[in-house]
């Protein structure tokens, strides 16, 4: 079992950053491929960043490239989503998850192959 609680969410202007933690219990986060997705309303769950278990190949989509940085803290079982640049379109409930499959060297790009979840945290973004 893992559990995980996403923090770090809130109201932020156009161009601000913030910085989302997932800490994770039951497990440590270094045993899985882990990832953060966002929902809008009226929107498809989409993946905005994932980290292969090892933690050499990271995936983001091209509207967080170069903006959004996933990474993890081993020592304090937390993984992070630094969001830099952010723009009003950012703006939904960020969730993060892990993949309990036993891969090593892949990210994990679709939600229904994560077997955890976070309960989300909200990012607004004005303009």
């Known amino acids: 079992q893992v559990q995980l609680v996403e923090s770090g969410g809130g109201l932020v202007q156009a161009g601000g950053s913030l910085r989302l933690s997932c800490a994770a219990s039951?497990?440590?986060?270094?045993?899985?491929?882990m990832g953060w997705f966002r929902q809008a309303p009226g929107k498809e769950r989409e993946v905005v960043a994932a980290?292969?278990?090892?933690?050499?190949?990271?995936y983001y989509p091209d509207s967080v490239k170069g903006r959004f940085t996933i990474s993890r803290d081993n020592t304090k079982n937390t993984l992070y989503l630094q969001m830099n640049s952010l723009k009003p379109e950012d703006t939904a409930v960020y969730y993060c998850a892990a993949d309990t499959r036993p891969t090593y060297y892949t990210v994990t790009l679709y939600a229904n192959s994560y077997d955890y979840w976070g309960q989300g945290t909200q990012v607004t973004v004005s303009s």
């Open positions: 039951g497990r440590t986060v270094g045993n899985y491929a």
């Open positions: 980290r292969s278990r090892e933690g050499s190949k990271t």
